[in-house]
T-cell receptor
Framework: KAGVTQTPRYLIKTRGQQVTLSCSPI?????VSWYQQTPGQGLQFLFE???????NKGNFPGRFSGRQFSNSRSEMNVSTLELGDSALYLC????????????FGQGTRLTVV | GQNIDQPTEMTATEGAIVQINCTYQ??????LFWYQQHAGEAPTFLSY????VLEEKGRFSSFLSRSKGYSYLLLKELQMKDSASYLC???????????FGGGTRLMVKP
């Protein structure tokens, strides 16, 4: 079974631009969640999608948005990029059920200059 | 609010045992996870506790006390490759939202 695939792996953007990151979960997994990881704040939850619906949302400004497609692939978008958005963005894929764990992708390293 | 605390750094010697503690105060509890993350890599799953039992998996064990809001990860027979960050995370509700602690960076020395 293929793991969680995130694209691109690295990205450099300019302040004010917008960016879209992609995540393909493990086959059969319908829940996808997104996290931002920075040295200062650690891993912070952005949002979770399940069956194309946003099920949970973290405390991030409206510039951060996401969506999920019928094949469970998910995208997240950040508009009007700020320097502080530079981070590793991790996607996690969950199998359905109670006692399951999150499988993380390798992440997208976003640098805003 | 959500608050998860774990030590920032720990150092241990190869072959020894180390215990990494995690305390949490969260609104709702639906399981506690431990993840290992090597520098520049994705977090990988180590253990999951939802009941107050000791979960053992090879050289790694995890314990949970829900009444005390406390968990620990025990690593035995430390190896150099165990040098990594160890992340404690709580699942808060019926969905799959994890709240992470800041992580404990473990350095294993020869």
């Amino acid at each position: 079974k293929a793991g969680v695939t995130q694209t691109p792996r690295y990205l450099i953007k300019t302040r004010g631009q917008q960016v879209t990151l992609s995540c393909s979960p493990i086959s059969g997994h319908r829940s996808v969640s997104w996290y931002q990881q920075t040295p200062g704040q650690g891993l912070q939850f952005l949002f979770e999608y399940f069956s194309e619906t946003q099920r949970n949302k973290g405390n991030f400004p409206g510039r951060f948005s996401g969506r999920q497609f019928s094949n469970s692939r998910s995208e997240m978008n950040v508009s009007t990029l700020e320097l502080g958005d530079s981070a590793l963005y991790l996607c996690a894929s969950w199998e359905q059920g109670v006692n399951t764990e999150a499988f993380f992708g390798q992440g997208t390293r976003l640098t805003v200059v | 609010g959500q608050n998860i605390d774990q030590p920032t750094e720990m150092t241990a010697t190869e072959g020894a045992i180390v215990q990494i503690n995690c305390t949490y105060q969260t609104s709702g509890f639906n399981g506690l996870f431990w993840y290992q993350q090597h520098a520049g890599e994705a977090p990988t799953f180590l253990s999951y506790n939802v009941l107050d039992v000791l979960e053992e998996k090879g050289r790694f064990s995890s314990f949970l006390s829900r009444s005390k809001g406390y968990s620990y990860l025990l690593l035995k027979e430390l190896q150099m490759k165990d040098s990594a960050s160890y992340l404690c995370a709580v699942r808060n509700n019926a969905g799959n939202m994890l709240t992470f602690g800041g992580g404990t960076r473990l350095m294993v020395k020869p």
